[in-house]
Structures are given as C-alpha cells and as structure tokens.
C-alpha cells in the first residue's frame, strides 16, 4: 500500500511517477523500496488517469450513531426494498465494482 500512496503523493506534488521518483519516496519514508513493485506500479498507472479514478473511487459509508442502529426493526424491513434498488441503479452506472477491483489488483 505504500508504493500507491508514493505515487499519489507524486501526483499530489506534480511530480512524474517514474521508478527513480518512486524508489526516493519510498526512500524518505525510511523503506526499502522492492524493484519488481517499482516497476510494476509504474507501469500499471501509464494507463489510468489518477485524477477521473480519485473522483469516482467509492468511499465506504461512516457508520451511523448508535441510537440509529437501535431504530424500530419494521422500519430497517421497509428500507431494505429501496436499498436493492438503490444498488441496481448504481450497478448500471460507471464500471462494476469486479472492473475496479481487477483495475486496482494490477496495483499490487
């Protein structure tokens, strides 16, 4: 996981993500950088425009305060219709969470 914030600290300082760039962060974080995770990361984000992929990365939801989750059980019954569908609906937009999860495990 360091290796990827390496790199968005580099895209962050409008630096160019190349191995030397990357091996020095990682460098000035006190690590030992592995070459082969260098090369890889490098060449697994030629391709993808960090700047689109940090606007539609999902964030996990906070969790709700505990009052909340002690709410009347007909109530969660009746909303969970509208999540369903609420999920259909986000599933027909943007790339599939599979498209995503196979983008970010060329990462690693």
């Given at each position: 996981?360091?290796?990827v914030y390496a790199?968005?600290?580099?895209?962050?300082?409008?630096?160019?993500?190349?191995e030397d760039n990357l091996a020095k962060v990682l460098q000035a974080a006190g690590l030992q950088p592995d070459e082969v995770r260098?090369?890889?990361?490098v060449a697994a984000l030629k391709e993808v425009n960090i700047d689109e992929a940090i606007k539609s990365a999902a964030f996990a939801p906070?969790?709700?305060?505990?009052?909340?989750?002690?709410?009347?059980?007909?109530q969660?019954?009746?909303?969970?219709?509208?999540?369903?569908?609420?999920k259909e609906?986000?599933?027909?937009k943007g790339p599939s969470e599979e498209?995503?999860?196979?983008?970010?495990?060329?990462?690693f």
């Amino acid at each position: 996981m360091e290796y990827v914030y390496a790199a968005l600290l580099l895209h962050y300082a409008k630096q160019e993500i190349n191995e030397d760039n990357l091996a020095k962060v990682l460098q000035a974080a006190g690590l030992q950088p592995d070459e082969v995770r260098v090369k890889t990361l490098v060449a697994a984000l030629k391709e993808v425009n960090i700047d689109e992929a940090i606007k539609s990365a999902a964030f996990a939801p906070v969790a709700a305060p505990a009052a909340a989750a002690a709410a009347a059980p007909a109530q969660a019954q009746q909303a969970a219709p509208a999540k369903e569908e609420k999920k259909e609906e986000e599933e027909k937009k943007g790339p599939s969470e599979e498209e995503i999860a196979g983008s970010l495990a060329a990462l690693f």
